[in-house]
């Protein structure tokens, strides 16, 4: 596989981060407003989803229907069953992704269904979608591994990936929602997922709570992946794991490496970092990331003036 000289960059961090924390809804506008103008092509903006489970998104519709939509933007959201499905497609999304877990335990303990039940309903699903307008595509959470199983690779994923192929689901996104794969894990898991599906329709959600994410991202553009998931500030959490820090890899520091690494993903860093600072100071959302706290690199070279120092020692 050939590197991609661009990437495409879906920010998750408003459903990410008020699934786990509490703000009003002008809060949730704002923040994709943001997103969307500083340059991000595609934003995960919300879930549709029972709002005793997750409170937090409970405004979805709301949200959705005061946003500004700039053309070309897609407004994607998750979905756990019908109701959302037809809740999404009554907001005018783009796109829906049904939350398929490769942990068989978390899926029982938190989903409610085994993952055989839920392919057998996300097929149902697609043909609910038929001529809606509304894309559905599958986002398997813990594909790298979960809670109840921490090593998970090509072999273990590959039933499931037969058994999308064999509903017609072809969209993925595959996450590493405990942020468990190095470079390693991540080719090997895309490389197996490439022998049942077109690279163009994967995308791959890298998490960054144990320090590879950046790691992960520059494997990925070597593998040729274009679809990345980021999350402004790493900003989120989920409800069912409330210790596990942060949410997807900082959009900002993956602008700022894509930009020296010459790779296109047509965002704004002064914009995202900027987002990313109102998320933080404004909304209070816990963040991680280095950009937002240190500085961008900077694009030209510092003065003599600010950057000479006497070495001499003093007495």
Known sequence: MTA??????????PRLTFQAYQAPTEHKVELIDRLTAAGLPAIEAT?????DLVPGLADAAE???RVRRPAGVRFECCIGNERGLRDAIEAGMDGAWFLLSADDDFARNNIGRTPEDSLELLAHLREVAEGSGTTVGTYVIFAWGGPSEPARGAET?????????EIGVDDWILADSAGYAAPKQMRNLVEGAVELNDLGRLTVQVHDARGMGLANVVELINLGVRNI?????GSGGHPAM????GGGICTEDVVQMLDLLGV???VDLDAVIAASNWLADEVGAPTLGFVRKIGSVPSHQPSD???AFNWSVRS
Not at 157 to 165: E, V, Y
Not at 229 to 233: E, F, I, N, R, Y
């Open 4 to 13: 991609e000289r661009s990437v495409r960059l879906k920010d998750i961090a």
């Open 264 to 266: 296109d993903s047509g």
């Open 157 to 165: 994923f590959a039933p499931i990936g037969r058994r999308l192929r």
């Open 229 to 233: 998931d980021v999350s402004l500030g």
């Open 47 to 51: 879930s549709f989803v029972r709002p």
């Open 242 to 245: 409330p210790d596990t820090p």
């Open 305 to 307: 003036e600010v950057s």
């Open 63 to 65: 949200v959705m229907a």
